[in-house]
């Protein structure tokens, strides 16, 4: 049996709050409406960390 690639989409954005900024990279399907529900993975780096930093610790585990 052959596997299809999943084709995916990037958003990004900016979230402010409580003087806090936050980036996000919102990957989806490509496809998806707003009528499909998927359970989503949040990372979130600690104190001091930069998203930059986080894809370097974490992206051999994706």
Known sequence: ????????SLTKKSLSGLSVRLA??????NGLSAKHKLSGILLVP?????????????SSFC
């Open 1 to 8: 049996m052959q596997q299809q690639a999943l084709v995916m």
């Open 24 to 29: 996000a990279n919102i990957y989806k399907p």
């Open 46 to 58: 600690g104190w001091a960390v930069s998203k930059v930093n986080l894809k370097q610790l974490w």
